[in-house]
Every structure is written in C-alpha cells, then in structure tokens.
C-alpha cells in the first residue's frame, strides 16, 4: 500500500483529491497539511511514501525550501499538483527535485 500526504490549503481540493486517490486499495492517505509549515512538521514524523503537494501554500516556507526539505527524507517522493504551469516552470521544478507533476481539472 502506497502511504500518501497529500498538501492543499483548499480543503474542497484536498477532499476531492482523497477521495479519487482512494477509490481503491492501493493508496492509504496518512496525513493532510494545508499550510507549508504544516507539512514539513507532519512529513518529517510520519514519512509518507508520496506527498502531493501543492505549488501555493500559505506558510513560512516557500514551495522550494519545502520541497528541498522533503527530499532529505529518506525514500519520500514529491508529485506537485497544481491548477497551471508553463512547460518551462515545470522542467524547473523537477529539477529543483520533484518526483512528478500533476494538473488539477
């Protein structure tokens, strides 16, 4: 089973992502975060396998400082999920260390 934290400030967002992710029963969701600084905490205690995290949290932490203290955590994968992006700011934030990108619809 996939252990997933999934990251959205909008919560009918998050719900409505959780309940595709889960329809069947490959992924667990062990965790919600809505702020940056909320994931961080969360991710670092409970080491999810995936985290899909969206590109604009409220938070202390910027989307690039999360994403680079998520990939020191040891077999913890990064999918971002975002509503729009130009195929140039997602080839940076793959480099920049996630895992995927995925689009909201």
Do not use: C
Request: charged share 25%; hydrophobic share 50%; proline share 3%.
């Amino acid at each position: 089973m996939i252990r997933l934290m999934v990251v959205d400030d909008h919560i009918p967002t998050r719900e409505k992502a959780i309940q595709e992710l889960t329809t069947g029963d490959l992924i667990d969701v062990i965790a919600q975060a809505g702020t940056s600084d909320e994931a961080w905490q969360l991710a670092k205690e409970l080491l999810p396998d995936i985290v899909l995290l969206d590109l604009h949290l409220p938070g202390f932490l910027t989307t690039e400082d999360l994403l680079q203290r998520l990939n020191t955590l040891t077999n913890v994968k990064v999918v971002l999920f975002a509503s729009k992006a130009k195929a140039a700011d997602v080839q940076d934030w793959l480099d920049a260390g996630a895992h995927a990108y995925v689009l909201k619809n």
